[in-house]
T-cell receptor, first 119, second 111 residues
Framework: ETGVTQTPRHLVMGMTNKKSLKCEQH?????MYWYKQSAKKPLELMFV???????ENNSVPSRFSPECPNSSHLFLHLHTLQPEDSALYLC??????????????????FGPGTRLTVL | TQLLEQSPQFLSIQEGENLTVYCNSS?????LQWYRQEPGEGPVLLVT?????EVKKLKRLTFQFGDARKDSSLHITAAQTGDTGLYLC???????????FGTGTRLKVLA
């Protein structure tokens, strides 16, 4: 496997279910990200992990819970979601982290996404 | 709130035509990336521009970073159906180190 992989590619869940999205990067990068992409909205950054530490959480509801056990894996645990949470969830990685102490540019490499539908 | 506005929002053209997509902000960016996203896939990085006034070419695609590093453009020459997709600009604002994405331009090239 190369690049950034995400599983599952499609997920349908009820509002009372608990599920997890998985992301794996094979690029040796130091930072990983979760984004939400909805129709008619710009990509929304949800969480950032740099060297396995969460460095950013953009006011995401607690029904989304990220986990980064090591620099290659990132999970997004989902529970009691709402229909408005239906979207494409994208994972990305970048060579550098995003703290104020890192260099300026930050190219990101994306996985194919998980299309989530909440019924 | 920093914002990256892209225009046009939607564009439908015939194969062989030329087009330009714009990415504008009131903030200064230390660097800027362009991505293309095809349906059902994640965005794929096309280019990074760093220096004000910089021009980069990728086959039929020409990218320019504004002199003041607040705007960028993407010009496609002789568009092909394979150019169809969502084009996104993104960058890190100077000072805040926040990485933000533009509003996107959805391009459809018709055969």
């Amino acid at each position: 496997e190369t690049g950034v992989t995400q599983t599952p590619r499609h997920l349908v869940m009820g509002m009372t279910n608990k599920k997890s999205l998985k992301c794996e990067q094979h690029l040796g990068h130091n930072a990983m990200y979760w984004y939400k992409q909805s129709a008619k909205k710009p990509l929304e950054l949800m969480f950032v992990y740099s060297l396995e530490e969460r460095v950013e959480n953009n006011s995401v509801p607690s029904r989304f819970s990220p986990e980064c056990p090591n620099s290659s894996h990132l999970f997004l645990h989902l529970h009691t979601l709402q229909p408005e949470d239906s979207a494409l969830y994208l994972c990305a990685s970048s060579p550098r982290g995003t703290s104020a102490y890192t260099t300026s540019y930050n190219e990101q490499f994306f996985g194919p996404g998980t299309r989530l539908t909440v019924l | 709130t920093q914002l990256l506005e892209q225009s046009p929002q939607f564009l439908s053209i015939q194969e062989g035509e030329n087009l330009t997509v714009y990415c504008n902000s009131s903030s200064v960016f230390s660097s800027l990336q362009w991505y293309r996203q095809e349906p059902g896939e994640g965005p794929v990085l096309l280019v990074t521009v760093v220096t004000g006034g910089e021009v980069k070419k990728l086959k039929r695609l020409t990218f320019q970073f504004g002199d003041a590093r607040k705007d960028s453009s993407l010009h496609i020459t002789a568009a092909q159906t394979g150019d169809t997709g969502l084009y996104l600009c993104a960058g890190v604002t100077s000072g805040t180190y926040k990485y933000i994405f533009g509003t996107g331009t959805r391009l459809k090239v018709l055969a």
